[in-house]
């Protein structure tokens, strides 16, 4: 049954391959899309144009933390739509003010500027990171180091930090001065050290490169020797921050502060909107005149990410992962124990990844054609569970039962 009525009265109904077709005359190819056409959502369910239900533990890539259709943030959106959706940065706004001091206040940083994206977040931090040496004399040949197998995203600076050669290849050269250390590997970190390192940039917990968290021992290790060196400890958050390991960011976890950190996926529930972070001396690094942008932080999407913020803290969102990301730790433990394919278990929270023997791009496809169970992958071999905050224990057995029928079909 198809639940939005009005697509009856308004555009006729096509065939889901109609659609894919469209899509590709138009769509810049650069992804190989999976064959559904996904037409709306509630709670952790997605719904294709022929009307069927999938059970979510992608989130949208990790965006979607509230679930689909979470009213509380829908009311929020219609009122700012209808009050006011852009002013620029020439101006002052409301939300931009209360979204500002509720993300420092869950932080503990100092300043924050609102982005579009990710990406633009990263680059946020990498400007931060040139301009304290820049300030401190540096020159112009300062180094930063960052990890393999990292992602840090798309546009070119960012692109530069994310230890991946098939991303990078293409577009070299890319920004100068980026060093690649192995992630938990503080003596490699040690090793490509120069007295020109200006910073490390990290994900907390590497996300596309197959979940892997950084060790306690790493992370404070690292910390350290930005201390030691005057150098700045960059964290990116964007997919492991809000909520999703367990903690608010998952450096909370690990005893040590960053000096900046980067935020988007969940914090807009799929509006488009990210942030950097930062305290001391690397709030203070850029001036008036350094950075800013069109649309970043306006009003609309500032009401929405202030609403996100308080429902967090309502639900109580953040204790709500611990004790359901238990839940699926131990689910996917027996998963793992009862298919010889499955290699590894990984994550904390609701950011989890199962590994596999061989590749998985079969089971994950299996899954949401066969199951309709939306589940991603990361790197070949690795899936990645992901799914909305708001999950309870039922779905995680009802994912497991699907991706039990998933991982059947595919390895047998
Ligand atoms: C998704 C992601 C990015 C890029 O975010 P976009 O919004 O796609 O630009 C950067 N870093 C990490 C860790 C991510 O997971």
Redesign the pocket.
């Known amino acids: 049954m198809r639940l939005n009525s009005k697509a009856f009265e308004t555009e006729e109904i096509m065939d889901k391959q109609q659609y894919i077709d469209r899509a590709e005359q138009v769509l810049y190819k650069v992804y190989n899309r999976f064959p559904v056409v996904f037409d709306h959502g509630k709670g952790v369910c997605l719904y294709d144009t022929d009307g069927n239900e999938y059970l979510d533990f992608g989130a949208g ?2 965006v979607m933390g509230l679930g689909y259709g979470c009213p509380e943030l829908n009311e929020i959106m219609k009122r700012q739509a209808e009050k006011l959706c852009h002013t620029s940065n020439l101006f002052y706004n409301v939300p931009a003010i209360e979204a500002g001091e509720k993300l420092l206040k869950v932080s503990g940083m100092e300043k924050v500027f609102f982005t579009n ?6 680059e946020g931090l990498l400007k931060i990171a040139k301009r304290y040496a820049f300030n401190k004399g540096m020159g112009p040949d300062y180094e930063i180091i960052a990890m393999k197998h ?6 070119l600076g ?1 692109l530069s930090v994310t230890g991946n050669d098939h991303y990078q290849e293409p577009f070299a050269p890319l920004v100068p001065g980026i060093r690649f250390a192995d992630f938990n590997d503080l003596d490699s970190v040690k090793a490509v050290w120069s007295e020109k390192t200006c910073a490390v940039i990290m ?1 907390t917990i ?3 490169g197959g979940i892997y968290p950084a060790t306690e021992e790493f992370l404070q290790g690292v910390r350290a020797l930005c201390d030691k060196q005057d150098a700045l400890l960059l964290l ?5 921050g809000m909520g999703r390991s367990g903690h608010m960011f998952a450096w909370q976890g690990y005893h040590i502060k960053p000096d900046a950190m ?1 935020v ?2 969940a914090l807009g529930n799929g509006v ?1 909107v ?1 942030a950097f972070l930062a305290q001391g001396k690397a709030a203070s690094a850029i001036v008036p005149g350094d950075h800013g942008t069109t649309y970043g932080g306006n009003p609309f999407v500032c009401a929405v990410a202030s609403g996100v913020l308080d429902i967090f803290e309502k639900r109580n969102l953040v204790e709500h992962v611990r004790e359901v990301g238990d839940y699926l730790w131990k689910k996917l433990d027996e998963i793992g124990d009862r298919y010889d394919c499955v290699k590894a278990h990984r994550g904390r929270g609701l950011m989890q990844g199962l590994e596999f023997t061989a590749p998985a791009g079969q089971v994950v496809s299996n899954a949401l054609t066969e199951q309709r169970l939306v589940v991603i992958s990361a790197g070949s071999n690795i899936i990645r569970f992901v799914p909305p905050l708001v999950i309870g224990p039922e779905d995680v057995d009802e994912m497991g039962k699907r991706l039990g029928a998933a991982i059947e079909a595919v390895f047998g």
Request: proline share 3%; with cysteine.
């Open positions: 890539i990790a994206s990710g990406t633009e977040a990263v990292s992602f840090h995203g798309r546009t960012a994900e590497q996300g596309e990116d958050e964007i997919q492991c980067s988007a996926k488009p990210g």
